[in-house]
């Protein structure tokens, strides 16, 4: 059984969902359908570091009969599907699995019940994958809860992409507002970190992993380099780096700010001290 509530915000380009139940079935799979382009072809999913276009897999006939590639797909933080005029976005929360099946609809995954570890009967993989073991405790029964938005929009481009992103911060950590009675003053203006350029998307601020750097790597999301600036205050020097932090070569720094540039679809990282 299940609960379906739909809220839609004045000034937000998406239409919230939130889905609440009682699972009282086992080994099975609980997924949402999303109605998008009947001519949608072209499935972008954000990852770790930045979205990417999912294309099928395809494998040789021997290889299949070892392991069938899954039709599923994970995602980060939302999937969208384009068509040649319109598209339309999912973002999730906590829910990592998606699938595009024909006529233009996303399937989003919103729980899963397992009962084996491994099983030998898998028509995608004969043959156990790992020492059989029951697990009830994944068969996820009970209350759940899942909350999903739904962005319909144009057709595929960089400047979209970009206001998909921001639409997903706006879903999953929407800035509010609250008073509070000791906050008599206005506090002062703290300088912090700041990252500039056209179609950059921040993903890591973090100490280095040897504890001398602070670690600033950000993603572009179009497909044309773009010239970007992480300004830091008291920046002294800085490196574009791997992205396991290797320095590779030294990059300029000038009141404070770090030039660099990112070729379409890099990811960027550059050490700073």
Same mark, same amino acid.
């Given at each position: 059984t ?5 809220? *839609?915000?004045a000034?937000?380009?998406?239409v919230?969902?939130?889905i609440?139940?009682?699972n009282?079935a086992?080994?099975?799979? $609980?997924?949402? *359908?999303?109605?998008?382009? $009947? ?9 770790q570091f930045?979205?990417v ?6 494998v040789?006939p ?8 899954l039709?599923?797909?994970p995602?980060?933080? @939302?999937v969208?599907l ?23 609809? *996303?399937a989003?995954?919103? *729980? ?15 043959g156990h994958?790992? @020492? ?9 029964l009970g209350?759940?809860r ?9 057709? @595929?481009?960089s400047a ?25 003053a206005?506090p ?19 100490e280095s992993e040897?504890g001398q ?9 179009r497909?044309e380099?773009?010239e970007?600036?992480?300004r830091?205050p ?9 992205i396991?932090?290797?320095p590779?070569?030294?990059?300029s720094?000038?009141?404070g700010?770090?030039a660099?540039?990112a ?5 960027v ?5």
């Open positions: 299940m609960r379906v509530s739909i809220e *839609l915000d000034g937000l380009p998406f919230r969902v939130r609440e139940g009682e009282r086992s080994d099975h799979r $609980l997924r949402c *359908l999303v109605k998008g382009p $009947l001519d949608g072809g072209r499935v972008v999913a954000d990852t930045g979205p276009a999912r294309q099928p897999i395809a040789d021997t290889d299949a009969a070892m392991e069938i590639p039709n599923s797909a995602l980060h933080r @939302y969208s384009f068509g040649e005029r319109a598209g339309v976005t999912v973002h999730a929360d906590g829910c990592t699995e998606y699938e595009a099946l024909p006529g233009g609809i *996303l989003v995954t919103l *729980l899963r019940s397992v009962g084996e570890l491994s099983r030998a009967d898998l028509l995608e993989r004969p994958a790992a @020492y059989p073991r029951a697990t009830p405790g994944a068969q996820e209350r759940f899942a909350t999903i938005a739904i962005q319909p929009h144009g057709r @595929y481009d979209l992409l970009e206001e998909i992103e921001r639409a997903s911060d706006d879903f999953l950590a929407p800035l509010v507002g609250g008073t509070l009675v000791t906050a008599r206005l002062e203006r703290v300088a912090g970190i700041e990252l500039s350029g056209s179609g950059l998307a921040a993903t890591t601020i973090k040897c750097w602070l670690v600033m790597r950000c993603v572009n999301l497909n380099p773009t970007g600036a992480w830091v008291g920046v002294r020097e800085a490196w574009l780096a791997r396991d932090e290797t590779l070569a030294l990059l720094v000038s009141d700010a770090i660099f540039e070729l379409p679809r890099a990811i990282t550059v050490l700073a001290r």
